[in-house]
């Protein structure tokens, strides 16, 4: 089965701090993702990738910023924490084309900053 | 814009009663359909999925799916709820223009003894 794994599950960082968060995934896929989830909000692109040092904007990019150095690897760097990026934080990956697989998440980090 | 419609924020039913919970979706062109369940404080586990084979799409844990194109619909059904069934269900479009999936809001199903 694949996998995709974030590194943290909780984290808690306070206002202004420069957080990481990472994710790893397993099975060669091409194409990754990160997505916020909020209450009544649903599921909001932040940024993907389609390839190594590749990325894109999602709908949401403002705040936030990425890394693709190596394929199987792709970090959420938000640059100045403040506290409306509390949230929970999803990953994701999917080969190409993704219509066929759908994607692959991971267990999401429930980040707070206060 | 292609976009996917979840009726119903949340749904209650009783344990063993039937559950129905509903999607509608947008597409000019024959879509990949994908229903997504995510458990307290987890990531999203793919149901089952649609890829223009099969009408009626059979997924883990009892559930299933009846792709209609007449009626653009893609509803998640399960003849039996059981407790461990309380969860969030989202419902996914591949959109043909990005090539990414579009997600609906999701409904929140409670199940209740």
């Known amino acids: 089965d694949v996998k995709v794994t974030q590194s943290s599950r909780y984290l808690v960082k306070r206002t202004g701090e420069k957080v990481f968060l990472e994710c790893v995934q397993d099975?060669?896929?091409?194409?990754m993702f990160w997505y916020r989830q909020d209450p009544g909000l649903g599921l909001r692109l932040i940024y993907f990738?389609?390839?190594?040092?590749?990325?894109e904007k999602g709908d949401i990019p403002e705040g936030y910023s990425v890394s693709r150095e190596k394929k199987e690897r792709f970090s959420l760097i938000l640059e100045s924490a403040s506290t409306n990026q509390t949230s929970m934080y999803l990953c994701?990956?999917?080969?190409?084309?993704?219509?066929?697989?759908?994607?692959?998440f991971g267990s999401g980090t429930r980040l707070t900053v206060v | 814009a292609q976009s996917v419609t979840q009726l119903g924020s949340h749904v209650s039913v009783s344990e063993g009663a039937l559950v129905l919970l509903r999607c509608n979706y947008s597409?000019?062109?024959?879509?990949?359909l994908f229903w997504y369940v995510q458990y307290p404080n987890q990531g999203l586990q793919l149901l089952l999925k649609?890829?223009?084979?099969?009408?009626l799409v059979k997924g883990i844990n009892g559930f299933e799916a009846e792709f209609k194109k007449s009626e653009t619909s893609f509803h998640l059904t399960k003849p039996s709820a059981h407790m461990s069934d309380a969860a969030e269900y989202f419902c996914?479009?591949?959109?043909?223009?990005?090539?990414?999936?579009?997600f609906g809001q999701g409904t929140t199903l409670q199940v209740k003894p």
């Open positions: 099975m060669d896929h091409e194409n």
């Open positions: 996914a479009a591949l959109s043909s223009n990005t090539g990414k999936l579009i």
């Open positions: 990738s389609y390839d190594v040092k590749m990325k």
């Open positions: 994701a990956s999917s080969q190409q084309p993704p219509g066929l697989y759908g994607y692959t």
């Open positions: 597409s000019s062109v024959p879509p990949y």
């Open positions: 649609y890829t223009s084979a099969a009408t």
